[in-house]
């Protein structure tokens, strides 16, 4: 079983940056073939993809809104979302995703809140 823990979040002016983390709980064969994913939702709606990466091909897709500013990285089983030039729209609950050919889980999320 996979289970996914973010860490990170916080209250940042606009401008700056945070960097997210989510600790994949799960054997290495787990994660083989894979799409680890940041999302984000804000009350009344639906989470909304930020970027993704894919753990086979390293292939990384981003939200055209962070495109630039944001970079998802992974090193073993240590999800990162390194967000730069922090704006007010970025506030959000930002969640980790597993996507398999057979699940998709998410993890609690974390709260993220630009304001000045």
């Known amino acids: 079983q996979v289970q996914l823990v973010e860490s990170g979040g916080g209250s940042v002016q606009p401008g700056g940056s945070l960097t997210l983390s989510c600790a994949c709980v799960?054997?290495?064969?787990?994660?083989?073939?894979?799409?680890l994913g940041w999302y984000r939702q804000i009350p009344g709606k639906q989470p909304e993809m930020v970027a993704t990466?894919?753990?086979?091909?390293?292939f990384t897709k981003y939200a055209d809104s962070v495109k630039g500013r944001f970079r998802i990285s992974r090193d073993n089983n240590i999800l990162y979302l390194q967000m730069n030039s922090l704006k007010s729209e970025d506030t959000a609950v930002y969640l980790c995703?597993?996507?398999?050919?057979?699940?998709?889980?998410w993890g609690q999320g974390t709260q993220v809140t630009v304001s000045s």
């Open positions: 995703n597993f996507r398999s050919a057979r699940e998709t889980l």
């Open positions: 799960a054997s290495r064969s787990m994660l083989a073939g894979v799409v």
């Open positions: 990466i894919g753990t086979a091909t390293g």
